[in-house]
Every structure is written in structure tokens, then in C-alpha cells.
């Protein structure tokens, strides 16, 4: 993801290469550039700084549960401290709370379970 600017035109045949789709913010839309460069930020500092992949397959896998991750568990100022895909509030009479491991434990999901261990709530998660 990226603008207009020329000094992308390299990185394309290697985009195509990796059989990465390219995709370029709107024609004349500078204010985009603020949305491309948060949500890559947040992958590269969230995510891509705590692993290594060694192939393009790997990449795709840690990219996919970080997605997974930042739109079901990952709160949001901008969006009151909840998710893009909303999630209901638990009561506390709903059990104690369980860290639910996330993108290969690199990140958390809390909820509130009837489990009698922690575990058995994780299987039921995924």
C-alpha cells in the first residue's frame, strides 16, 4: 500500500515477483497518506519488529492472525476502545478472566470464562 509517487515504480516488479498485490491510495488524495502510513506502522511495530519469516509463506501466515488479531481483539481509541468487529461487554459474573494467546502469543485477547482451566476455554476460542 502506497501512493502515487514515482519512487514506487522499482518495488513493483518485485511486488510482482512475491505475487504481492499492489494497492495505491486515490489520485490527488493526500490525505490518505495519514491512513496507508498509521496502519503500516502498527503492523511493522505491533507485529513484523517481534518476527522473523523466512518465507514469503511464513510472512503471509504472521500477517493473517495479526489481521485476525487487530480486527477482532485490538482495541481502538478512534473507536471508543472497542474493536472494528464489535464485541460485547462481559459481566464479571461471567467467570474470571483468561489471556487468550494471539498471532503465536505475540499478543493477548482477555475474556471472561466459566472454564475450570484456562485451557479449556483457548480450545474453545479457536
Not at 516488479?13 to 486515490?26: K, Y
Not at 496502519?39 to 513484523?48: A, P, T
Request: overall charge positive; some cysteine.
Amino acid at each position: 500500500m502506497h501512493d502515487r509517487d514515482s519512487a514506487f515504480a522499482p518495488v513493483a516488479t518485485t511486488l510482482d515477483g512475491m505475487n504481492i498485490e499492489e494497492v495505491r491510495t486515490a489520485p490527488r488524495s493526500p490525505w490518505q497518506n495519514a491512513y496507508v502510513e498509521r496502519v503500516i506502522g502498527s503492523i511493522r511495530r505491533e507485529c513484523l519488529d517481534h518476527v522473523i519469516a523466512v518465507n514469503v509463506a511464513g510472512l503471509r501466515r504472521v500477517l493473517t492472525a495479526y489481521v485476525t488479531y487487530y480486527m477482532r481483539s485490538r482495541t481502538h481509541l478512534g473507536l471508543g476502545k472497542d474493536t472494528p468487529s464489535r464485541r460485547p461487554a462481559t459481566p464479571p459474573s461471567a467467570g474470571r478472566i483468561v489471556a487468550i494467546p494471539e498471532v503465536g502469543g505475540l499478543h493477548h485477547r482477555y475474556d471472561r470464562v466459566l472454564c475450570e482451566n484456562s485451557r479449556d476455554h483457548y480450545a474453545a476460542a479457536r
